[in-house]
């Protein structure tokens, strides 16, 4: 059975800053979308992470499509009332456009979707980041799919081993999707090149070599691209099937263990250690750290079962205490050097304003 999974989601109002949807806005759209998704959908799961909220949904209308997008376009709009009537911090702030014009792509929520063959045991992962952007993903998907150091499935199994196709976006080019297919184990070095730059090159999807079948699908959307200032930070979305001719769960998982360094923290602005959090996880430390939970699912002809939180596991609370101290330690380190992003990618414009300003001060001496 042919089946599409999407999972739309947006930052419409949180409480105390940007901490965590209140718990009406959070009824508001889970009710919306049960209420209007009906002969839409086959199944949703709703969830939050940090400021956001996703929607999660299984349908057989193919990926881009209208009913789906609207639906969750209407349903953020929904929560967004209710941010305003509770004085929620940041209402309706990924809503970027004031109407909906046939799919949410641009308009300032997070997409990730992909169709395919239901396979006969179909598990996957829904991950989901905040305060962070979309390169946040690149090295451990890079790892989980093309590394045997992290993903033992490249050396023992013979469909594995074929290697993986990796589409990567440039989301530096914003006047058409400008995009480039690189095959592992072949194109492992050129893959490293683009990857090791999160701001510019990014994942969009990865394919089986071995079927052609996809296996993951990210939300690349740049908010600074779309409104062309800051209103808040990416916070992508991702989904993963895992399992067969893909890397098992425990590959796609070990990767998160590093905490590895990324754009975002406060204010979109800085670098911080990626904290795999359990599900529903607030926003606290320097209005981060930055976050990703992950949700487990199985489906049958696109019904979902109950997900289980992948990071909930006590082994995932000696990764967080690291990570805690990683995140302490660099901050340590405030305004100076590689603690905050390069100019180019300052999300609050102040910094540039007063250096335009500074540079009006500057004289040439011998």
């Not at 046939?102 to 992909?114: I, Q, S, T, Y």
């Not at 990416?234 to 399992?243: H, K, L, S, W």
């Not at 205490?321 to 300052?346: H, N, T, W, Y």
């Amino acid at each position: 059975m042919k089946i599409t999974i999407s999972v739309l989601k947006a930052d419409v109002g949180s409480i105390g800053g940007h901490l965590k949807p209140s718990q009406a806005l959070f009824e508001e759209i889970k009710n919306f979308v049960a209420s209007h998704g009906k002969n839409k959908l086959i199944d949703y799961y709703i969830s939050s992470t940090g400021d956001d909220v996703a929607i999660l949904c299984t349908h057989t209308g193919g990926v881009g499509n209208r009913e789906i997008h609207q639906l969750a376009w209407e349903a953020f709009l929904a929560g967004t009332e209710v941010a305003k009537k509770s004085g929620l911090y940041g209402a309706g702030q990924d809503l970027l456009k004031d109407a909906f014009s046939g799919n949410v792509r641009g308009l300032g929520p997070a997409v990730a979707e992909m169709e395919f063959e239901e396979r006969p045991n179909e598990p996957f992962i829904f991950f989901a980041a905040d305060k962070t952007d979309p390169g946040a993903y690149n090295l451990p998907f890079y790892l989980a799919f093309a590394d045997p150091m992290y993903c033992s499935g490249l050396i023992l199994s013979p469909k594995m081993s074929q290697g993986f196709r990796f589409r990567i976006i440039d989301v530096s080019y914003t006047e058409k999707n400008k995009i480039i297919d690189l095959n592992t184990p072949e194109d492992l070095y050129d893959l490293a090149v683009l990857l090791r730059d999160t701001e510019k090159y990014v994942i969009e999807s990865i394919y089986s070599r071995s079927s052609g079948a996809q296996a993951v699908a990210i939300s690349t959307q740049r908010l600074h691209n779309i409104a062309g200032k800051y209103t808040g930070k990416d916070d992508p979305v991702a989904i993963v099937r895992v399992q067969g001719e893909f890397p098992a769960t425990g590959e796609i998982l070990a990767p998160f263990s590093i905490g590895h360094y990324v754009a975002g923290f406060m204010r979109g602005s800085h670098i911080g250690p990626l904290m795999p959090c359990k599900l529903n996880t607030t926003i606290s430390y320097f209005d981060g750290p930055p976050v990703v939970t992950g949700a487990a699912f199985s489906i049958k002809e696109g019904k979902l079962t109950e997900p289980v939180d992948v990071f909930a596991h006590p082994f995932w609370d000696t990764v967080r205490d690291e990570v805690s101290r990683k995140a302490m330690e660099i901050r340590k380190q405030g305004f100076c050097g590689p603690s905050m992003l390069p100019f180019s990618e300052l999300e609050y414009g102040g910094v540039v304003e007063k250096l335009n300003q500074l540079e009006k001060r500057f004289r040439l001496v011998d």
